[in-house]
């Protein structure tokens, strides 16, 4: 199959006259257009894009949506993230994701990193996870978390033993899987005890994964780390000798230089959520002097309650105005590089081999209508994307070759079917 957009951003910029070509899940070529063959799909009046890298999320939350807004973290925690998670059994479960990657598919996110941590002694509700990422067609890094901090609710909780064998028995289930991938993800330092994290490690290392953790998030982590084990959180990870190139660091807000340099030093990533740490007040990560300091970043949205809104070109704009504000600096982070950190440098970190239209490279892909208001005039296209455009000029997307948004509607599930379920699940709820 072909796709002949308008434009085509590729490796070396915008190309018009293009054809792309779609084979088993890959694109197999980028060639001039010429004349039309059969079975040709042609995109008047769009642009072709690599789809965006949603680098963390918590798919679940999306149902607590509106609960908790307008509270700091411990009082999002404590009356409505520990609560409201209690209520959700396997179907709530599977019905909270597919609502989140339903609601991502539409706003152009190919891949989905999952940090999921509602275990119930066993894999049972991560498979229920799967099968919702299955059904509405998106690309699924399943982040299995790993916790035993006493204060979090009991599902949440593992011993190391049990949280190792089972996150070793779902990465060998989903091996061969062409659209997921699982690694481990021990919680926090506070979430996940010193020998939790190095059982995440050392899967990460048998299995040859990223190894995801939250880490310097709020400053009250850091004094709880330095108060617990005598130094800062990244510098206890590295003393537990878990900083690596395997590591993908959740939010690392709070960092002083040298941790920076450390990070760096050690190769490690970070998942960046900009939204989500200015919605529960949490700071402004540092991001050009993590990137300067050779530390890789991808971007995220975090849960659908602690920002409201799943699209990772929201976090490029977000990403990028942020650091302009904080630096005092109209040129801090360009729109090349937000664009390039939620597409192609998120896929890296990552292990998947997408985020830029190649040969080769995996065919999640999105088109977005150039007619659209929010992409007038045309004087820059890419900086037009990153700043300016509206979700709805989101009209298709495919994974893995497959169109699981067709002008802006979902292919793969019935919307309103979908939303009816999630309000009659949600009626009443209320803190």
């Given at each position: 199959?072909?796709?002949?957009?308008?434009?085509?951003?590729?490796?070396?910029?915008?190309?018009?006259?293009?054809?792309?070509?779609?084979?088993?899940?890959?694109?197999?070529?980028?060639?001039?257009?010429?004349?039309?063959?059969?079975?040709?799909?042609?995109?008047?009046?769009?642009?072709?894009?690599?789809?965006?890298?949603?680098?963390?999320?918590?798919?679940?939350?999306?149902?607590?949506?509106?609960?908790?807004?307008?509270?700091?973290?411990?009082?999002?925690?404590?009356?409505?993230?520990?609560?409201?998670?209690?209520?959700?059994?396997?179907?709530?479960?599977?019905?909270?994701?597919?609502?989140?990657?339903?609601?991502?598919?539409?706003?152009?996110?190919?891949?989905?990193v999952?940090?999921?941590?509602?275990?119930?002694?066993?894999?049972?509700?991560?498979?229920?996870v799967?099968?919702?990422?299955?059904?509405?067609?998106?690309?699924?890094?399943?982040?299995?978390?790993?916790?035993?901090?006493?204060?979090?609710?009991?599902r949440?909780?593992?011993?190391?033993?049990?949280?190792?064998?089972?996150?070793?028995?779902?990465?060998?289930?989903?091996?061969?899987?062409?659209?997921?991938?699982?690694?481990p993800?021990?919680?926090?330092?506070?979430?996940?005890?010193?020998?939790?994290?190095?059982?995440?490690?050392?899967?990460?290392?048998?299995?040859?994964?990223?190894?995801?953790?939250?880490?310097?998030?709020?400053?009250?982590?850091?004094?709880?780390?330095?108060?617990?084990?005598?130094?800062?959180?990244?510098?206890?990870?590295?003393?537990?000798?878990?900083?690596?190139?395997?590591?993908?660091?959740?939010?690392?807000?709070?960092?002083?230089?040298?941790?920076?340099?450390?990070?760096?030093?050690?190769?490690?990533?970070?998942?960046?959520?900009?939204?989500?740490?200015?919605?529960?007040?949490?700071?402004?990560?540092?991001?050009?002097?993590?990137?300067?300091?050779?530390?890789?970043?991808?971007l995220?949205?975090?849960?659908?309650?602690?920002?409201?809104?799943?699209?990772?070109?929201?976090?490029?704009?977000?990403?990028?105005?942020?650091?302009?504000?904080?630096?005092?600096?109209?040129?801090?982070?360009?729109?090349?590089?937000?664009?390039?950190?939620?597409?192609?440098?998120?896929?890296?970190?990552?292990?998947?081999?997408?985020?830029?239209?190649?040969?080769?490279?995996?065919?999640?892909?999105?088109?977005?209508?150039?007619?659209?208001?929010?992409?007038?005039?045309?004087n820059?296209?890419?900086?037009?994307?990153?700043?300016?455009?509206?979700?709805?000029?989101?009209?298709?997307?495919?994974?893995?070759?497959?169109?699981?948004v067709?002008?802006?509607?979902?292919?793969?599930?019935?919307?309103?079917?979908l939303?009816?379920?999630?309000?009659?699940?949600?009626?009443?709820?209320?803190?």
């Amino acid at each position: 199959m072909r796709l002949l957009p308008d434009l085509v951003l590729t490796e070396s910029g915008w190309k018009s006259g293009r054809a792309v070509v779609l084979d088993g899940g890959r694109i197999g070529a980028i060639e001039p257009a010429g004349r039309l063959w059969p079975g040709d799909l042609t995109l008047g009046g769009k642009a072709l894009l690599p789809g965006t890298v949603n680098a963390h999320c918590h798919t679940f939350q999306s149902l607590l949506r509106g609960l908790g807004d307008d509270l700091d973290f411990m009082g999002w925690r404590d009356r409505v993230l520990y609560p409201f998670s209690q209520r959700l059994d396997r179907n709530g479960i599977k019905l909270g994701a597919a609502f989140a990657f339903a609601e991502m598919a539409l706003h152009g996110v190919t891949t989905c990193v999952d940090f999921f941590y509602l275990h119930d002694e066993g894999n049972e509700n991560a498979e229920a996870v799967i099968d919702a990422a299955g059904e509405v067609g998106i690309r699924l890094v399943l982040a299995r978390a790993m916790y035993d901090w006493e204060g979090a609710p009991a599902r949440y909780r593992e011993s190391p033993a049990d949280a190792t064998k089972r996150v070793r028995e779902l990465i060998a289930r989903h091996r061969n899987g062409a659209t997921v991938l699982v690694q481990p993800a021990p919680h926090s330092p506070h979430g996940a005890s010193p020998a939790m994290i190095k059982a995440g490690w050392e899967v990460a290392e048998a299995e040859n994964t990223p190894f995801h953790i939250h880490v310097a998030e709020g400053r009250y982590e850091g004094e709880r780390t330095v108060k617990e084990h005598g130094a800062t959180p990244i510098r206890y990870l590295d003393r537990l000798g878990v900083l690596g190139p395997r590591t993908i660091g959740v939010h690392c807000v709070w960092l002083d230089g040298e941790e920076i340099a450390l990070m760096g030093e050690r190769r490690a990533a970070l998942a960046y959520c900009p939204s989500s740490n200015m919605f529960l007040g949490d700071g402004i990560t540092r991001v050009p002097e993590l990137l300067r300091a050779g530390v890789r970043v991808g971007l995220g949205t975090d849960g659908g309650c602690t920002n409201n809104r799943l699209s990772v070109f929201e976090e490029m704009r977000m990403t990028s105005l942020l650091q302009r504000v904080r630096l005092l600096d109209g040129t801090a982070l360009s729109a090349e590089t937000a664009f390039t950190l939620g597409t192609r440098s998120g896929a890296e970190m990552l292990g998947v081999d997408a985020g830029v239209i190649a040969p080769g490279k995996l065919a999640d892909l999105v088109a977005v209508d150039l007619g659209h208001a929010s992409l007038h005039p045309r004087n820059d296209i890419l900086k037009s994307i990153v700043y300016a455009m509206s979700h709805q000029a989101v009209t298709d997307v495919w994974i893995h070759g497959r169109r699981i948004v067709d002008g802006g509607r979902l292919t793969t599930l019935d919307a309103r079917e979908l939303l009816a379920r999630v309000s009659e699940l949600t009626r009443g709820w209320k803190i």
